[in-house]
C-alpha cells in the first residue's frame, strides 16, 4: 500500500499502522512513485496543507492516468482512498448527518471538496473511497493546535483497505457519535490547563477558523465495525492535553 502524505497528521500514524516501506517522494512531483502504480493494492490520500485542493486532483487524476497506462488489462482496479473531512456536512446544530445525507452546504474553506469527493467514487479507472474523519485529537493535536495542538490511529483505514471491494464507491463518515459541544470543551479546557477564565470567543478572521467553529451533528452507519477506542475529547481532555504539552517539550 501506499499511503500519499505520510509525514502528516493522519499519514503517519496511518503508515505506521500498515508498517510501510517508505518510498520518499514529492506528491506534487509524481514521476517517482507513479510508475509503483502497477502493483499496488492502494494508494491513499492524506496529503495536507495549503494547496491540497490543487494536490488532491492532480494526485487523483495522475494516479487514474498512471493506473491505466501501467496496470495489466486483466488486473483488479487500484484502490484509492482520499480523505475529506466531516466538514463537508457544513454548519448546522439541528439535523443530524449520517455518512449517505446528501452534500449541501459545505464550510466554505471547503466549497469544492464534494466535487472531489464525487471525482473519487465516480471514477472508471479506480476502485473510489471516500473517508471523512471529524475532528482529529491526542498528541501533537492538529487543527486544535491553536487551543491545544491533538493523535489518529490507522485501525479505520486498515479495514476499509481489507475491505476495499465490499466498500468500492462508498463514501464513509469516520468519527464518534458523541456530541460534543464548543462550550463544553472550552470550560473543561479552563478547568485541566489551570487557564485564567473565563474563556471568551474572538470573532473567526480566516475561512480556517469560520470552520472549525463549525457545529455538525454526525451519526455515521457505515463505519465496517470500526469505533474509536479513545475516550471522546471532554472525557479524555486532560490526558490529551498532557500529552501535547509533553509533544511540544512544555
Ligand atoms: C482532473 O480531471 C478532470 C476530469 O478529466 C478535469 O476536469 C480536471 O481539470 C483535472 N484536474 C487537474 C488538476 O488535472
Known amino acids: 500500500m501506499r499511503v500519499l502524505g505520510a509525514s502528516g497528521f493522519i499519514g503517519l500514524p496511518l ?31 492524506a496529503v495536507g496543507g495549503q494547496d491540497i485542493r490543487m494536490l488532491s ?18 488486473a483488479s482496479k487500484l484502490t484509492y ?20 445525507t446528501p452534500i449541501k452546504g459545505p464550510v466554505e474553506l ?11 467514487i465516480q471514477s472508471s479507472v479506480l476502485n473510489g473511497i471516500v473517508i471523512r474523519p471529524s475532528l482529529l485529537y491526542g498528541k501533537s493535536a492538529s487543527i486544535l493546535a491553536p487551543l491545544f495542538r491533538r493523535a489518529y490511529e490507522g485501525k479505520f483505514y486498515h479495514l476499509t483497505a481489507e475491505k476495499a471491494t465490499i466498500v468500492a464507491g462508498l463514501t464513509i463518515d ?33 475561512p480556517l477558523e469560520k470552520a472549525i467553529t463549525a457545529t455538525t451533528l454526525v451519526r455515521p452507519y457505515l463505519a465496517l465495525g470500526w469505533y474509536p477506542r479513545k475516550p471522546r475529547l471532554i472525557d479524555g481532555l486532560e490526558v490529551y492535553y498532557i500529552a501535547w504539552k509533553g509533544g511540544e517539550g512544555l
Open 15 to 45: 503508515a505506521q499502522a500498515f508498517v510501510l516501506i517508505p518510498v520518499i517522494g514529492e506528491t506534487s512531483k509524481p514521476s517517482s512513485w507513479l510508475p509503483l502504480v502497477a502493483t499496488l493494492d492502494v494508494v491513499i490520500d
Open 57 to 74: 486532483e492532480t494526485l487523483l487524476n495522475t494516479t487514474a492516468a498512471a493506473a491505466q497506462k501501467h496496470r495489466p488489462a486483466h
Open 81 to 100: 482512498i482520499y480523505t475529506s473531512g466531516t466538514w463537508v456536512h457544513g454548519d448546522d446544530q439541528k439535523e443530524v448527518k449520517t455518512d449517505t
Open 110 to 120: 471547503l466549497q469544492w471538496q464534494p466535487k472531489l469527493e464525487r471525482m473519487v
Open 174 to 206: 469516520a468519527t464518534n457519535d458523541f456530541t460534543e459541544s464548543v462550550d463544553d470543551i472550552l470550560q473543561n479546557l479552563v478547568k485541566v490547563s489551570g487557564a485564567k477564565g473565563p474563556y471568551e470567543y474572538a470573532p473567526p478572521s480566516t
